[in-house]
């Protein structure tokens, strides 16, 4: 089922605007864990990320390609990394009745983006719909899917005024390899201080618009203000990071310091659409460091 330019135009005034949309694309990402336990290897975890779930920023359709993509991946663990709605809370309501047909073998885990909170009761509303359909919503929590082994971390977001890296990542024994889920890839730069075998993210869209040398578009144009007037460059600076400061992550894999992070691309879409930057399911395959061999 192809989407490749098709127009989805939203119902509601706002945005009605019609968006550019491309196919979604699974990438599949190979991750080794040093400690990872050899009976839990290889684990594979599938991703998804930013619905925007509102009438106006996903279609139904690439939704439900994306829910049957990952069912067909067979997944041990699904993590979903934030960005349920975008304002309202109530469309989580009908976004619930796709994600309860999510499948794997240790289940559903999420965290909240900075979306899933802006409204009042917005955080309690989609939290308490995604709960009711069995996943499990991390916030500044730890849960243990595949046991005491490999820990799944979900801390609140980046903006929150709740993100709580010291509380929570200091009661897990140092030795013991660690999953955390984090919608803000900025969050990467205070996690550095914990061992973070695997961070998952998500919140850029990968920029949503991409340039045929494979670079994000707020990336470049935070790049080209050196050379522009310096009024110019504020206002561009500004606006570029706005999203997030660190735009070398858009999207894929990174090593930062010894940790490792992997940003998901999402499946929502804000105007004026994507361009070479379809929306994603990420398949990462977790190999034990001595399996990977
Ligand atoms: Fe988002």
């Known amino acids: 089922m192809s989407l490749t330019n098709q127009r989805f135009v939203g119902s509601t005034q706002q945005e009605l605007a019609p968006l550019r949309l491309e196919p979604l694309k699974v990438e599949r990402q190979s991750i080794t864990i040093p400690g990872l336990p050899a009976q839990l290897a290889p684990l594979t975890i599938a991703q998804l990320s ?26 041990d663990l699904v993590a979903l990394t934030g960005d349920f709605i975008t ?22 885990v999420a965290v909240l983006g900075n979306h899933d909170y802006y409204q009042h009761q917005a955080r309690t509303i989609v939290t308490e719909a995604l709960e009711r359909i069995g996943i499990t919503v991390l916030w500044n929590a730890i849960a243990y899917p595949f046991g005491e082994q490999f820990p799944v971390v979900g ?7 709740d993100f709580q890296p010291v509380q929570v990542m200091g009661q897990l024994d140092p030795d013991i ?21 695997l961070q998952l993210s998500g919140h850029t869209h990968g920029g ?9 578009l707020p990336s470049f144009l935070l790049r080209l203000r050196q050379w522009l007037p ?23 894999y ?32 977790l190999q034990s460091a001595n399996t990977s061999e």
């Open 50 to 75: 930013d619905f925007h779930y509102d009438d106006t920023r996903l279609s139904e359709r690439l939704l439900i390609e994306a829910i049957a993509a990952a069912n067909a991946a067979h997944p």
């Open 177 to 197: 390899p660690r999953l955390v889920l984090s919608h803000n890839p900025d969050s990467a730069v205070p996690l550095r201080r914990w061992r973070v075998d």
């Open 208 to 216: 949503q618009i991409v340039l045929p040398n494979g670079e994000a």
């Open 155 to 161: 801390l609140a977001d980046l903006w929150s005024g």
């Open 230 to 252: 310096r009024a110019i460059a504020r206002r561009f600076w500004k606006e570029c990071t706005k999203v997030i400061l660190h735009w070398e992550w858009s999207q894929g």
């Open 87 to 108: 304002n309202a809370p109530t469309p989580i309501h009908r976004l619930t009745p796709h994600l309860s047909k999510l499948q794997s073998r240790y289940g559903v």
């Open 254 to 285: 990174h090593r930062v310091g010894s940790n490792q992070l992997y940003v998901n691309r999402g499946l929502g879409t804000y105007f004026p659409g994507r361009w070479r930057c379809p929306p994603e399911l990420t398949l990462l395959q």
